[in-house]
């Protein structure tokens, strides 16, 4: 997690960062300061405590297919996507021409291997391509 937190604030060059998590995944770049999509805290992703929209239900979405990956990005303005090998976007957006591959772990020889495996699940960041 801390390579693609680097990777991402390194790629910003100090520009703000609108970055999109899944829920697992987000509270190591809250702790280095940038904001998520979602992290860990599920409670707070409820209309009831936000006064907003229940994030939560739309996550939970997205992740089963019931929710449209390219209507929920039109709605976000994010810059940089860190998804997981468990988050539908980890394999849309690797074909979808809006987006910029930026990182991808199977690929980085540079992790730690125990028996010929990665320790950590895969991560892909992606960088939206403004026009």
Request: aromatic share 16%; charged share 25%; hydrophobic share 30%.
């Amino acid at each position: 997690m801390k390579k693609s937190v680097d990777i991402i604030e390194e790629d910003s060059a100090g520009k703000p960062i609108q970055l999109w998590t899944g829920y697992n995944d987000g509270p190591y770049a809250e702790f280095r300061g940038i904001p998520c999509y979602m992290d860990t805290r599920a409670e707070v992703f409820i209309p009831k405590l936000n006064h907003q929209k229940n994030v939560f239900h739309e996550y939970v979405s997205l992740l089963y297919g019931r929710l449209d990956y390219r209507d929920f990005l039109a709605s976000y303005h994010f810059t940089h996507l860190l998804t997981s090998d468990i988050d539908p976007l980890y394999t849309y957006l690797l074909k979808d021409p809006n987006y910029t591959l930026l990182y991808d772990s199977d690929t980085d020889e540079t992790l730690e291997k125990q028996n010929g495996e990665n320790v950590e699940k895969h991560y892909r960041i992606y960088k939206y391509n403004q026009r």
